[in-house]
């Protein structure tokens, strides 16, 4: 695994160290970014499914958070006001997945997390990268991950919406307040994931007060900043954490819209 | 306890060299400084090594170890089997001068580079005051004992010699934020930060962070700061108007 790859120009630059291996790690080093690949990609394919089966997205008083909000004619449920009617080839999911989507691409985390899983820039620390050329986010296009913070501003919208459809479930099939099941539970837990995901972001952090040169002035801004910096610290697990919040969320609600299973009420 | 420790260390100038195999001496306790000393003393009395302190706090042993870049002092031989075979080499980022000895100009070029800590003027009775919350941020950063592991380990250098003239690296990126969030400080470094140092040539992978020896949060605490900053300074419309018209000065 070492040595099948031919040193690139980079650490074979005239003057350094002649030697020849790509890397002289003897640890495993692919296994972090075949994980993460792995998972992407099954999250990737499952979601993509999900977006365009256009089906069992919602179930009283339960929806699905790949479809809210759901903004069109065409929307199962009453979560949301109907904005429009779009062409029936576009599923309620597409309108709004953008959002989300453009949030975790242009997330600092997730940027290291494929950068290096699927673009090897670098696969592993110390491990050479296969290309010759490199720009980083300079250039167009990566030069757009500097819009992150904007997806910040859009996912705080999204995470208020998908709070308050986990307050709405708070009712039973015939739209009675007093109601609470298994699925409750799953719709607070992913919101509740989605909020510690968003608020431990790095653009968040800057936000709060990591812009600021004197906390001493703005002792509150000091206050959120150092309390978004703890969340930061976790910002990682949050991301993983919250990724998967959302896809079980969107099973469960799946599962028992199809009927396999049923919702365990608690009252 | 003593045994034989497997080593394998590159030996070589500017003009080539290659790794060499050899068998030293290690005891219980040791780190692998002590076992490169114990080889330069019985069997390659002209092994070429830099150190100071053996304590971690020079930064003068970097040295790549299996690959990964290290302080020599700060590798302990109990992290291996006693049959490993331990690889011992320069770091590869930078050019050799002998064995294990690099030239680490690179970094004391951009080091130079930076435009200076820029005070703003002292107050009526002739102090300079600042709050200790206002400079804990910039105080991590100065754990930093310069061992340029860093900057080695650095990809957008590592593997591409030419991004050198561009790119600063992780040790100066963090220079930079330093003084940007310095309380007393008053140039703005946001615009020479992208277009001079290259911290948009960063992007993010955390190596730098990896590889620490002090365990500076380079990535999360200096470089994305800095990005963030730079964003408001070039990237963002809002804050920058905002800025314009006054209502966001850069403090
Ligand atoms: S995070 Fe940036 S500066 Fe640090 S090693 Fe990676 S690319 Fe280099
Ligand atoms: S930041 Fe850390 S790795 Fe880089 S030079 Fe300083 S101590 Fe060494
Ligand atoms: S940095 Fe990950 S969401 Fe902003
Ligand atoms: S000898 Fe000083 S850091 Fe290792």
Request: glycine share 8%; hydrophobic share 40%.
């Given at each position: 695994m070492t040595?099948t790859?031919?040193?690139?120009a980079?650490t074979g630059?005239?003057?350094r160290?002649t030697?020849a291996?790509?890397?002289?790690?003897t640890?495993?080093w692919?296994?972090?970014?075949?994980?993460t690949v792995?998972?992407?990609v099954?999250?990737?394919v499952?979601s993509?499914?999900?977006?365009?089966e256009?089906a069992?997205y919602?179930?009283?008083p339960?929806?699905?958070?790949?479809y809210?909000?759901c903004?069109?004619?065409?929307?199962q449920?009453?979560?949301?006001?109907?904005?429009f009617s779009?062409?029936?080839?576009?599923?309620?999911?597409?309108y709004i997945l953008?959002v989300?989507?453009?949030?975790?691409l242009?997330?600092?985390y997730?940027r290291?997390?494929y950068y290096?899983s699927?673009w090897?820039?670098?696969?592993?620390?110390?491990?050479?990268?296969?290309?010759a050329?490199y720009s980083g986010?300079t250039?167009f296009?990566?030069v757009?991950?500097?819009v992150?913070?904007?997806f910040?501003?859009?996912?705080l919208?999204?995470?208020a919406i998908?709070?308050?459809d986990?307050?709405?479930?708070f009712r039973d099939h015939?739209?009675r307040?007093?109601?609470?099941g298994?699925?409750?539970?799953?719709?607070?837990?992913?919101?509740?994931?989605l909020?510690l995901?968003s608020?431990?972001?790095h653009s968040c952090?800057?936000?709060?007060?990591?812009?600021l040169?004197?906390?001493?002035?703005?002792p509150?801004?000091?206050r959120?900043?150092?309390?978004?910096?703890?969340?930061?610290a976790?910002h990682?697990?949050?991301a993983w954490v919250?990724l998967f919040?959302v896809?079980?969320?969107d099973l469960?609600?799946?599962?028992?819209?199809?009927?396999?299973i049923t919702?365990?009420?608690?009252f | 306890?003593?045994?034989?420790?497997?080593?394998?260390v590159w030996?070589g100038?500017?003009?080539?060299?290659e790794?060499?195999?050899?068998t030293?001496?290690?005891?219980d306790?040791?780190?692998?400084?002590?076992?490169?000393?114990?080889?330069?003393a019985?069997?390659?009395?002209d092994?070429?090594?830099?150190w100071?302190?053996?304590a971690?706090?020079?930064?003068?042993?970097?040295a790549?170890?299996?690959?990964?870049?290290?302080?020599?002092?700060?590798t302990?031989?109990s992290?291996f089997?006693?049959?490993?075979v331990?690889?011992?080499?320069?770091?590869?980022t930078?050019?050799v001068?002998r064995d294990?000895?690099t030239d680490?100009s690179?970094?004391?070029e951009?080091?130079?580079?930076?435009?200076?800590f820029?005070?703003?003027?002292?107050?009526?009775?002739?102090?300079?005051?600042?709050q200790?919350v206002d400079v804990?941020?910039?105080?991590?950063?100065?754990?930093?004992?310069?061992?340029?592991l860093?900057?080695d380990v650095?990809?957008?250098?590592r593997d591409?010699?030419d991004?050198?003239k561009?790119?600063?690296?992780p040790?100066?990126?963090?220079?930079?934020?330093?003084?940007?969030m310095?309380?007393?400080?008053?140039?703005d470094r946001r615009?020479?930060s992208q277009?001079?140092f290259?911290?948009?040539?960063c992007?993010?992978?955390?190596?730098?962070?990896?590889?620490?020896?002090?365990?500076?949060?380079?990535t999360?605490n200096?470089?994305?700061?800095?990005?963030?900053r730079?964003v408001?300074r070039?990237?963002?419309?809002?804050?920058w108007?905002?800025?314009k018209?006054?209502?966001?000065?850069?403090?």
């Open positions: 040595t790859v031919p040193a690139p980079g630059a005239p003057g160290a030697i291996a790509r890397t002289l790690r640890d495993r692919w296994v972090q970014p075949a994980i792995g998972v992407l099954a999250f990737i499952y993509t499914i999900r977006a365009f256009n069992n919602y179930v009283e339960y929806i699905s958070p790949f809210s909000p903004i069109t004619t065409a929307c449920g009453d979560t949301f006001p109907k904005l779009g062409p029936s080839f576009l599923t309620p999911a597409l953008i989300p989507l453009g949030f975790r242009t997330c600092y997730y290291k997390a290096r699927f090897l820039s670098p696969p592993a620390c110390a491990v050479a990268e296969p290309r050329g986010e250039r296009p990566l757009f991950q500097n992150h913070r904007y910040f501003l859009l996912g919208v999204f995470n998908l709070t308050y986990a307050v709405l479930s015939e739209g307040w007093g109601h609470m298994l699925g409750t539970l799953v719709l607070l837990a992913n919101a509740t994931l909020w995901y608020l431990s972001c952090r800057h936000i709060v007060g990591g812009r040169n004197n906390f001493s002035r703005h509150m801004r000091y959120f900043w150092t309390l978004v910096s703890k969340l930061n976790r990682m697990q949050f919250s919040g896809a079980l969320t469960y609600v799946r599962l028992l819209a199809t009927g396999t919702d365990l009420r608690f | 306890m003593t045994y034989d420790a497997k080593l394998r030996r100038d500017a003009d080539g060299g790794l060499r195999d050899f030293v001496e290690a005891n306790g040791e780190v692998v400084l002590d076992v490169i000393h114990r080889l330069q019985t069997q390659a009395g092994l070429a090594v830099r100071n302190c053996k971690g706090k020079c930064g003068s042993c970097s790549e170890i299996n690959g990964r870049p290290r302080l020599m002092c700060l302990r031989m992290t089997a006693e049959d490993d331990i690889t011992v080499t320069p770091m590869r930078f050019p001068i294990l000895v680490v690179y970094n004391y951009k080091a130079a580079q930076i435009p200076a820029t005070p703003q003027p002292r107050d009526a009775d002739g102090n300079h005051r600042m200790q804990e941020r910039p105080q991590e950063f100065r754990k930093c004992i310069e061992c340029f860093c900057q650095c990809h957008v250098v591409h010699e991004n050198k561009v790119f600063a690296g040790r100066f990126l963090m220079r930079l934020a330093e003084l940007d310095h309380p007393l400080d008053n140039l615009k020479v277009e001079n290259g911290v948009g040539m992007n993010i992978t955390k190596c730098c962070s990896e590889v620490c020896p002090e365990g500076i949060h380079i999360d200096a470089i994305i700061p800095l990005k963030e730079v408001d070039k990237y963002d419309p809002i804050t108007l905002g800025a018209i006054g209502r966001r000065p850069h403090s």
